[in-house]
C-alpha cells in the first residue's frame, strides 16, 4: 500500500483553503463516508502536513492498494485505488444476529465498512475490537481474534472469520416444539449428542436440522419441517452455552408407491429393481432411498461421470399417504485417472501397492477399481495380508479444470 503525493506540491508551511474536495477511484463510498473516515471537513484551512495525515487515515483502513492527493490551488483531489483483495465478513461462534442490524452498527461507527474488510489492516482490527465490545455490552468478556477462512471446495481464502477464542462457545440446552414430551429415544440420543458441541453460527443450526431432520425422514416423514433458533446466551464461567429453541412438524408418513428411472439412465430398470433397498408399500425410508440414489450415482462414477446430478422428483398422493418417485440424471462431464498418491507406508509396502494399481493415468476414471483394489487383492500374498487386517482408505481430489482425479491411499491399523 502505498501513499504518493501528486504534483503540484504545496508548500509545506502555507495554508490553504481548498475551494472542493473531491475523492476518485473508489465509487463504492460515498463523498460523506470518504470525509467522516479522513477526519477531513468542507470549509476548514489545512497546510500540506494535514492534508498528507488525512490521507493516512484513508490509508490505514487497509481498504486501498495506493491513494495520491493533489492540490492546485483550487480543488484538493484524492485519487484512489481499491484493494483487490477485500473479503466478507464471517462471525464464526459469536452470539450476535449477523445480517444488516449488525452491518449498520459497524457502518455507523466505521464510515467505511461495507460487509468486507482486508485480509490485514486497521478496517479488520476495527471491527474486532467492535465486535469484543458488543459483546461485552451483552455481558460476554472474551477474546475474538480475526483469520482467513478458507473454503476447502475452493481451496481459497473467501471470508475473514472472527472467532470467539476464550472462553469456549458451545451449543446448550436444545428445547423442542411440536412433538411430545419425553421425546422418543433416538431423538434423545441426537439431542445429547449436540448438546455441547462447538458452537457454529451457520453450523448449528444446520446441524441441529439435519440431524433431526434425517431422523424424521427415516421414519418416512419426508416433508418435516424443522427450524432451529438460537436463544439468548447463557454465560457461565467456564464456557458461553447457545441454547437452541427447534420447531419440528412431522407432516405425513408416507409409503412408496414407485421408483421410475428415465429411460437414458446408466442403470436399468431391470437392474435397479433388482439392487433396491427399498420396496413398494414400505414405509418411505429415507435412510434407505438415499442407499438407493447412491447406487445410482455409484454407477456414473464408475464410467468417470465424477459430477453427475441425481433429481429424484417426488410425486406425492397426500389423501393416501403414499409417495412416488421419478429419477433422472444430468452425467455431466467425464473425468480422467490423474495421480495416484500412496500416504503413511513403509517403502516396500508403498511399492507393492504402486506394482498392483491397474488403472493408469488418461484412463477414464472408475470409482470401483478402488474398492476393488483392496478387496480382491491375493490374501496369500503379503499386500492381500495387509489389506485384510487393515482400514483401508481413499480419498478423491476432483481437478475440474483438467477433468481428472487424484487418488489418495491410505492404509491404517485397525484399533
Known sequence: MVLLVAAPLPLRAQKYLPKTIQFKGAPEYSEQELLAASGLKKGKVLDFDEMSSH???LMDTGLFETLSFKFDGVDLIYTLVLHTELYPVRLENLPLAPGKELDAALHERFPLYHGKVPAEGGLTEQVRQALEEMLEARGIKATV???????EKLARVTAISYIITNPPVRVGEIHLEGVAAPPEPKITEILARLTESAYDVEGSPAQIETN??????????LEAAIHAAPAAPVIAPEAVHIPFQVSITPGQKYKLTGIKLAPDLLVTQADF???????LGEIADGTRMREDWLLIEGQYHNKGYMRAALHPTASYDRAQGTVSFTVSVEP???YSMGRLIIENSAADLRAAMLAAWKLPAGAVFNESAITSYYKFQDDKTPLGRTFASANCIYELTLNDDTRTVN???RVEKKQ
Request: charged share 25%.
Open 55 to 57: 490521507s493516512q487515515k
Open 212 to 221: 433431526l431432520g434425517n431422523y424424521y425422514r427415516e421414519m418416512g416423514y
Open 145 to 151: 481474534e480475526a483469520m482467513p477462512y478458507n473454503d
Open 273 to 279: 429393481d433388482r439392487q433396491t433397498r427399498i420396496h
Open 407 to 409: 487418488v489418495t491411499l
Open 332 to 334: 455431466g462431464p467425464v
